[in-house]
C-alpha cells in the first residue's frame, strides 16, 4: 500500500521543548515538503528537499529544522524558538519538477 | 514573491447546481496551477491542475480555466453533490518545486 504517513496525529508541546513530526513515504519521490495549515489561512512552505541530504527553507523557516537524511524520511522539528507553534502540519511528496504533490494525513500540534 | 488570493471563502451551492471558485495570481512567471480538494482532517489532494500553455482542462464535472492575461484562474463544478463539499485549495508555481496557496474555500452542496 503505498503513500505517505505522518506521526503522530496529535502532538502537545510544553513550552521550551523541541518536539520531531515524521514523515514518511514509500512513493519513490525524491521530492519531499512540510507546510503549515492554520485556520482561514492556506497551506505555508515551511521547508523542502529536492534530494537527499539536500533542503531549502521555504517561506516561514524561522523557529523549524529538517533532516533528509533518507529518501524516504523527512522529519520536522519544531523548536522552542517557534513561539506560535500550534497548527496542523503537512508533509507532501512529488517527483521532482511539476510532480503532482501526495500529502499524508497531517499532524495537529498543540501547546500546553 | 508571488501572492495568491481566492474568492469565495465560503460557497453553498443546491445539489446539481455548478459552483465555481477563482483565484489572481500576482507573478506573472507562474506557470502551473493545481487544484486541491481538503475534506476534514486530511492531506489536500490533487483534482486537477493547469499549466500555462493551456487555456482549459476538463475532467468529467471538473474543469479549470486559465486566463494568463489577467491572471486568474478558475474551478468549475458542475451537478454538484454532497461528496463534493469540502475545502479547496488553489495554488500557483514558477517551477513545480515551491507552490504558494490560496486560502481555501469551504464549499458545501446543500442535498
Known amino acids: 500500500d503505498g503513500g505517505i504517513t505522518q506521526s503522530p496525529k496529535y502532538l502537545f508541546r510544553k513550552e521550551g521543548q523541541n518536539v520531531t513530526l515524521s514523515c514518511e513515504q514509500n512513493?519513490?519521490?525524491?521530492?519531499m515538503y512540510w507546510y503549515r495549515q492554520d485556520p482561514g489561512q492556506g497551506l505555508r512552505l515551511i521547508y523542502y528537499?529536492?534530494?537527499?541530504?539536500?533542503?531549502q527553507k521555504g517561506d516561514i523557516a524561522e523557529g523549524y529544522s529538517v533532516s533528509r537524511e533518507k529518501k524516504e524520511s523527512f522529519p520536522l522539528t519544531v523548536t522552542s524558538a517557534q513561539k506560535n507553534p500550534t497548527a496542523f502540519y503537512l508533509c507532501a511528496s512529488s517527483k521532482v519538477g511539476y510532480g503532482t504533490q501526495y500529502f499524508g494525513p497531517g499532524t495537529r500540534l498543540l501547546v500546553l | 514573491g508571488e501572492n495568491v488570493e481566492q474568492h469565495p471563502s465560503t460557497l453553498s451551492v443546491q445539489e446539481g447546481d455548478s459552483a465555481v471558485i477563482k483565484c489572481t495570481y500576482s507573478?506573472?512567471?507562474?506557470?502551473?496551477f493545481p487544484w486541491y480538494k481538503q475534506e476534514l482532517g486530511k492531506g489536500p489532494q490533487l483534482i486537477i491542475d493547469i499549466r500555462s500553455n493551456v487555456g482549459e482542462k476538463k475532467d468529467q464535472r471538473i474543469a479549470v480555466t486559465l486566463n494568463k492575461t489577467a491572471k486568474h484562474f478558475s474551478l468549475h463544478i458542475t451537478e454538484t453533490q454532497p461528496e463534493d463539499s469540502a475545502v479547496y485549495f488553489c495554488a500557483a508555481s514558477t517551477n513545480g518545486n515551491q507552490f504558494y496557496f490560496g486560502t481555501g474555500t469551504s464549499l458545501t452542496v446543500i442535498p
Open positions: 512513493l519513490n519521490h525524491d521530492a
Open positions: 507573478d506573472s512567471a507562474s506557470n502551473y
Open positions: 528537499s529536492q534530494i537527499v541530504n539536500d533542503f
